[in-house]
C-alpha cells in the first residue's frame, strides 16, 4: 500500500450515494472521515443503456431529475465513451435550462457551466446507444440544492426526482420519482 491510495478513488465506497448505475467515484469534503476537507462535491457515473436499480423503470425516458437551483455555481459533464468518435455521446440528453424552461438536446460530448442560483432541469436521459459518463462537480464543500417543481406541469412532478438541502435546512430530504421509489424509497 502507498502513502496516498486513500486519494485515488475508483469503485463504490461506503459513502456513495443510492445511483441508478455504476458510481465511479463520489466525494465531498466530509467523506473518508475528512480525508477530502476543503474539496468541492464530485460525482463520476457510468450511464448504461437501461436503467439500474430502479425495477419500475424501463427506459431512461421514465424518469428525470426535475427542476432546481444551487447555491453556488455547477459544472456538468456529459462525455462519449467512442475512442473513434470522442464527440459523439452515444445518448440523447434533454436539459432544460433557465426559468423559462429553454429545453437543449444533447448529442455530442460537452461541459455545462450552471451560474449559482440559475435554474436548470428537468434533467432527462432520452436514450443511450452506447454507455456515457456523466461528472457533476458542485463549487462548494456542501451540497446545497432547492427544488423548483412548480416549474414543469403538475401532471409530469411524479416523473421527477427532487432533492431538497441547505437552502432552508441542513436535512436532506429527496422526493423520489414514482419509478425510484420502490428501490430507493
Known sequence: MGNYDEYIISGSRPWHPAGT?????WWNHTNN???YAGSHQYHVHWVGKTPENM???KDW???GHGPHTHKYPEV????????????????EVEFYLGPEME??????????YLPAEFVHGPWIIRRVTRPFIVVTVEQAEEHAEKSRPELV???????????????DSPERVVKLAEKMKKEWG
Open 21 to 25: 448505475g455504476q458510481q465511479i467515484a
Open 33 to 35: 472521515n475528512g480525508l
Open 55 to 57: 425495477p419500475l423503470a
Open 61 to 63: 425516458g421514465d424518469t
Open 76 to 91: 456538468v459533464m456529459h462525455l462519449g465513451t467512442d475512442p473513434d468518435n470522442p464527440l459523439d455521446l452515444g445518448a
Open 103 to 112: 429545453s437543449h438536446l444533447l448529442t455530442t460530448s460537452n461541459a455545462v
Open 153 to 167: 406541469p403538475e401532471k409530469d412532478r411524479e416523473k421527477y426526482m427532487y432533492i431538497d438541502q441547505n437552502y
